[in-house]
């Protein structure tokens, strides 16, 4: 008997999780990145949407050398949560905002290489925030995707996540736009933290100095209650000695 040849088994296709580049170029870079990424988890917590930073975006299937790292994407319609890698064709969703910290050094990168593929992939909106104030006027730059082509944010208002965006110093201050609260980067939110920890400590300590004093009131009332009753029983047993017989 001749044997029939067997297919041999595939490869599998191995899609690293890191591209073995740096994190940022500098702090300032690196600072703005964890910051944004986190008061934006916190703002889109209790929605179907996740936040990655600095991860790999796969956007060709079967070819793990076709790649792109964007510093923070926000994708919606997918399960919340951190991922090794983003694979378009397992999530079935394009980030819808992406953010890129750029500089004097990836200005070209970040202003043509990546504006035109986020713009072939369709992400809706692209944004670029410069904290060294190297290149963009105003540090912070948005475009809206229209018919395949992105145009400028005039406004730098969000439409996707609903946010106004500022360039405040070396981070972006986000203002939601239906209240213009601010939302708070971590360092904001602990000094909220002891501010409201101090003032429920001071409420609680004027609610015991109230509660002692009324308690104080009630003793001293029951005392004046007892010397006028005692008085009464007093006064009372002198008025009946000293009444007149008949």
Not at 64 to 80: A, H, L, S
Not at 197 to 209: D, G, H, M, R
Request: proline residues 6%; aromatic residues 10%; contains cysteine.
């Amino acid at each position: 008997m001749v044997a029939s040849p067997s297919t041999p088994p595939k490869t599998p296709i191995i899609y690293p999780s890191s591209d073995g580049q740096p994190v940022a170029e500098t702090f300032d870079h690196l600072y703005a990145l964890l910051t944004t990424l986190e008061v934006l988890k916190q703002y889109l917590k209790n929605r179907r949407a996740t936040v990655l930073g600095n991860q790999i975006l796969y956007y060709a299937q079967g070819l793990p050398k076709i790649y792109v790292v964007p510093d923070i994407m926000v994708i919606f319609d997918v399960e919340p949560g951190g991922r090794d890698s983003y694979k378009l064709w397992e999530e079935g969703q394009v980030p819808r905002v992406i953010f890129e910290i750029t500089s004097r050094g990836t200005k070209d990168n970040d202003l043509i290489f990546k504006k035109n593929l986020y713009a072939g992939l369709e992400v809706e909106e692209y944004w670029l925030f410069d904290p060294k104030n190297e290149w963009i006027e105003g540090q912070l730059q948005g475009y809206r995707l229209h018919e395949g082509t992105y145009f400028p944010i005039l406004d730098n208002c969000s439409t996707a996540l609903q946010l106004h965006l500022e360039a405040e110093g070396k981070l972006i201050g986000f203002y939601r736009e239906d209240n213009g609260k601010k939302l708070l980067i971590p360092e904001e939110l602990s000094q909220a933290l002891e501010e409201a920890t101090s003032a429920k400590l001071q409420a609680e300590e004027q609610a015991e100095e109230e509660r002692q004093r009324a308690e104080q009131e009630r003793q001293r009332a029951e005392q004046l209650e007892e010397q006028l009753q005692r008085y009464q029983e007093r006064f009372g047993s002198l008025s009946e000695s000293d009444s007149p017989s008949t």
